[in-house]
Each structure stands twice: as structure tokens, then as C-alpha cells.
């Protein structure tokens, strides 16, 4: 057994950093983040995962195909449960990329760069788990199509919802915005109408008008009215 000791780190730490027990708190612990900036991406993010990698749990329990012979395989983590199929650790990156995807479709965001990253990020994912010899070939391709197809589901039954949810944070948004920016357009309307005051002052011709007036009123008033 020849294997690369970079690529063995690699592996090791998709193992751990995409497992059951990291996984769901790095996801949580970034969508809570991402709450206070919208509440519309952080819940569509995290639901959407969620409901993508849980979906698998019901295949390994009706498949119930053992682990690939560690022996054979030389596989580099123990795994003994009957849980091989399909892949949980691809099921999170794929359900983790197609629900990005899909709450900024539902946005009405472009997806280009999603996919660039994302599909590379399945594949190095998928890579690492066959690298390690803890699944078979199929466990992985069959993840990936379950977590996305059942995002996918997800997104039609939910999307209105979701939806809703984005407009609503989009009009409060605005309100918000609109709300404190307008003392500060009061301010500037007040300091330009003052500025026209002001200069009108300094003109001669306005002077000169001011003068008429004023003099016409004193002719018109009359000595006993001074």
C-alpha cells in the first residue's frame, strides 16, 4: 500500500470535517451567521441540506450492503456497520451544493459559479471516500443523485413558501433602508433650499425689488401710520 501522505491528509479530513458528528454543526453554525444578513438564505440553505442528506438514511437502511473488505482494499478508517451504501459524506456535499444552488435560483441569483465549485467539490468529496476504501463506486454515485434529486423535491413542494419568505424580507428591507434614509434626504433638501435662500440675497436685482417694495410701503402708510 502506496499511498500519498498529502492526499491521506486530505482524505482524513474529509472524513471528519464531513461526518455525522462535524458536518451538521458547521452547517448550522454558518447559516446562523448567515442569518443576520438574511434570514431567506440561511433557512433555505440549511433546510434544503438537511432534508438532502437525511434522504439517504432510508436507502442505508433498506440496501443494508456491508463495507468494501477493509483487507482488500486496504481501507484506512473502520467502518463495520452494514451502512455502505450509499455515501453520507457525498450525500452532504451534494445536498450542501445543489440547495446553495437552489436558494439563489429561488433569488434570482446566477448559479454559474455555484456549479464550477460545487461539482469539483462532490467529486473531491466522493474521491476521498473511495480513497479511504470505505465505500464502493456505486455508494457515491448513488448519493449524489438521491441528496440532489431529493433537493430538488424539496424545492418544488417548498419553493412557494421559501419564496414568500424572501419577499417578505425584501420589503422589510426596503422599509428599513427607506426609513433611514429619509431624514437624511429632509436634511439635504432643507440645506439646498437655505444655500438658494442665501444666495439670492447677494443678488442685485432681488436687493433692488426689496428696495420698491419697502419704500412703496412706507409712501402708503402715510406720516401717521409712521
Known amino acids: 500500500?502506496?499511498?500519498?501522505?498529502?492526499?491521506?491528509?486530505?482524505?482524513?479530513?474529509?472524513?471528519?470535517?464531513?461526518g455525522p458528528l462535524v458536518a451538521p454543526v458547521l452547517l448550522l453554525v454558518s447559516c446562523a451567521i448567515a442569518w443576520r444578513r438574511s434570514r431567506f438564505a440561511a433557512v433555505g440553505v440549511a433546510g434544503l441540506t438537511i432534508i438532502g442528506w437525511l434522504s439517504v438514511a432510508m436507502g442505508k437502511?433498506?440496501?443494508?450492503?456491508?463495507?468494501?473488505?477493509?483487507?482488500?482494499?486496504?481501507?484506512?478508517?473502520?467502518?463495520?456497520?452494514?451502512?455502505?451504501?450509499?455515501s453520507g459524506h457525498t450525500a452532504f456535499a451534494a445536498a450542501l451544493v445543489f440547495a446553495v444552488a437552489a436558494t439563489m435560483l429561488l433569488a434570482h441569483h446566477p448559479t454559474r459559479t455555484v456549479w464550477l465549485v460545487g461539482v469539483p467539490f462532490?467529486?473531491?468529496?466522493?474521491?476521498?471516500?473511495?480513497?479511504?476504501?470505505?465505500?464502493?463506486?456505486?455508494?457515491?454515485i448513488a448519493s449524489a443523485v438521491f441528496a440532489g434529486g431529493t433537493v430538488l423535491i424539496a424545492v418544488a413542494v417548498a419553493g412557494p413558501w421559501l419564496l414568500r419568505l424572501g419577499k417578505r424580507e425584501e420589503s422589510t428591507t426596503d422599509g428599513?433602508?427607506?426609513?433611514?434614509?429619509?431624514?437624511?434626504?429632509?436634511?439635504?433638501?432643507?440645506?439646498?433650499y437655505d444655500g438658494e435662500a442665501k444666495a439670492s440675497t447677494h443678488r442685485p436685482g432681488v436687493r433692488a425689488r426689496r428696495r420698491i417694495v419697502r419704500w412703496r410701503g412706507l409712501r402708503l402708510a402715510g406720516p401717521s401710520d409712521r
Do not use: C
Not at 1 to 18: E, I, K, Q, S
Not at 63 to 80: D, I, N, S, W, Y
Open 1 to 18: 500500500d502506496h499511498r500519498d501522505a498529502v492526499l491521506t491528509w486530505l482524505a482524513r479530513f474529509v472524513n471528519v470535517g464531513f
Open 61 to 86: 437502511v433498506l440496501v443494508h450492503r456491508m463495507r468494501p473488505p477493509a483487507a482488500t482494499v486496504h481501507a484506512l478508517v473502520v467502518e463495520t456497520k452494514p451502512d455502505s451504501y450509499p
Open 176 to 192: 428599513w433602508n427607506n426609513s433611514t434614509a429619509r431624514p437624511d434626504a429632509d436634511h439635504r433638501e432643507q440645506a439646498e
Open 122 to 140: 462532490i467529486v473531491i468529496v466522493a474521491a476521498s471516500r473511495l480513497y479511504l476504501g470505505a465505500h464502493y463506486l456505486s455508494d457515491v
